[in-house]
């Protein structure tokens, strides 16, 4: 049985037939109940526009439930448990009205849980019509992301949601939060103190975070197109993951001891413009190609494109921190669609020694790394130098890893999805591991100065091949610095 107790609550989810609620959060909500997390009385509300039998959107819920859940993680028993868990109801969910059907259902006393997988723009008008019901005061929100497209868009979706809710009951979702290797980068950094003595600009030389992903645009076009790879990536998971990486060491584990800390990370992040924007931020877009040997289609050729659009499906840069912990640390984050490979990791350089003493021609070998790989193949490698064995290697030099795989470390232990930790935590009332309203700001605030500056100076993304790292202006922006991404030497 887990250790940890959840109480009773009720879910609303609204936007409940659609991809992120079909996908990930009922099969989460499933799994959370497989492992006794979901308590007896626990209720959840699918709520959505579609009209016909509440009976068939349930059975399209628990197609997908079946599609999304591994076969050999179905148990029939939780699963009838489950079902027996869920409600349909119609709504337009900017309707007053049909709120009042829903009060009635919902009933009182319970937390509720509101969980909005619907677009940004009815965030607002969902909270005035849980407020008129009276539903409001006992629930909490949870906002997925995009919230907003800018600054200013995303202050007027958080202003209209904080005249009904205060900051403590609003959950805003960076689903990278919630995988269970981003979580270890805490522990990584500050439950070990031979890596926080050597984390700064006196040990480090640089950063890198790649997040890759291999799938193109999937039918999102309409989504995507308005939003571009650096806000719907750089934006906020890029920002988070950077931001675990360079925060100072918070005093404890409450919420706001580290948003407190990732806030000053992003508030010294360094503005760029003109030249230094041209040179240290390259946009991609993507061309016919190949993935997985099968010929795939450019960006402007997939279905529902505008075949004129100029929006970037990568993004590489080079940001810099102002401040004593990482002055002349430069962090390279890279993301984009219809790459090699998926694989998401943070690449620590460290600094050489400052005497070489070995063979002049090995020099470049030298600076031990820290690899962080989030996904695939989760875990931790430690580049350090050694010896070459044998009798005719003299002091000749390898560099090899000191590993950590968690899949083979603890292979009993099944790694939950992102949205079950997130959704426990959620119940639980911890909001560690989501957004703070000041911590969105200040990225968009850092990523709007990036867009108006493509625009003034009518930058348009470079081409590259599905199936590649990117375009080469990614390569120069960190060749120029005397580097290379880690894996390209
Ligand atoms: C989402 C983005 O937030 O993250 C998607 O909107 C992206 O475009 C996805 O594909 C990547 O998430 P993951 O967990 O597959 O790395």
Redesign the pocket.
């Known amino acids: 049985m887990p250790s940890i107790t959840v109480e009773s609550c009720t879910f609303a989810l609204f936007g409940a037939l659609g991809d992120l609620a079909l996908r990930k959060l009922f099969p989460a909500l499933y799994q959370l109940d497989r492992a006794g997390l979901l308590h007896a009385d626990t209720r959840i509300f699918a709520l959505a526009r579609e009209n016909g039998e509440a009976q068939q959107h349930l059975a399209c819920i628990g197609e997908h439930l079946l599609r999304h859940v591994p076969a050999n993680e179905v148990d029939k028993a939780v699963l009838q448990r489950f079902q027996a868990r869920l409600s349909y109801l119609t709504m337009d969910f900017l309707q007053a009205d049909d709120y009042d059907a829903l009060a009635e259902q919902v009933g009182s006393g319970e937390r509720l849980i509101a969980y909005f997988a619907t677009p940004a723009a009815v965030y607002g008008g969902i909270c005035a019509n849980l407020a008129r019901v009276g539903l409001a005061e006992r629930a909490r929100v949870v906002l997925e ?1 995009p919230i907003g497209h800018d600054l200013e868009s995303s202050r007027a979706v958080n202003d209209a949601v904080a005249q009904y809710f205060p900051e403590t009951r609003i959950y805003r979702i960076d ?2 939060l919630g ?1 269970e290797t981003v979580q270890n980068l805490i522990a990584l950094r500050f439950a070990n103190s031979l890596f926080e003595t050597q984390w700064n600009q006196n040990h480090i030389s640089h950063v890198e975070i790649t ?1 890759a ?1 291999k ?1 193109g645009i999937e039918g ?1 076009w309409g989504y ?1 197109d308005q939003a571009g790879q650096l806000r ?2 750089i934006q ?2 890029l920002l988070q993951l950077l931001c675990l990486i360079a925060m100072d060491p918070p005093s404890d584990l409450s919420a706001d001891s580290i948003r407190d800390e990732k806030v000053k990370v992003l508030k010294a992040l360094a503005p760029m413009t003109g030249e230094q924007l041209s040179q240290q931020v390259v946009r991609g877009q993507y061309v016919a190609g190949s993935s997985d040997g099968k010929a795939v289609p450019g960006y402007l050729e997939e279905e529902n494109s505008n075949t004129r659009s100029d929006t970037e499906t990568f993004v590489a840069l080079r940001a810099d921190i102002r401040n004593w912990r990482w002055a002349g640390v430069p962090f390279y984050l890279r993301t984009g ?1 219809r790459m090699a490979e998926k694989m ?1 990791q943070i690449v620590i350089h460290f600094k050489a020694p400052p005497h070489y003493i070995f063979d002049p021609e090995q020099r470049q070998l030298i600076g031990n790394k820290l690899i962080i790989r989030l ?1 695939p193949d989760e875990g931790i490698a430690l580049q350090v130098m050694t010896k070459d064995q044998g009798l005719d290697k003299g002091m000749q030099l390898r560099s090899g890893p000191l590993q950590l795989n968690f899949s083979d470390t603890y292979r009993s232990a099944r790694v939950p999805d ?1 949205y079950e930790r997130l959704l426990l935590e959620v119940m639980r009332g911890n909001q560690n591991l989501f957004v703070r309203k000041d911590e969105i700001e200040h990225a968009w605030q850092w990523c709007d100065q990036l867009i108006a500056g493509w625009k003034r100076l009518g930058d348009s993304p470079k081409p590259y091949a599905a199936g590649t790292w990117g375009p080469m202006g990614s390569i120069a922006l960190i060749t120029r610095d005397g580097r290379s991404w880690y894996g390209d030497l």
Do not use: C, I, L, P
Request: proline residues 0%.
């Open positions: 992301k689903h990278y995988k997040v992903e799938v999102r995507f719907d990536m906020n998971h669609k998401s996904q992102a």
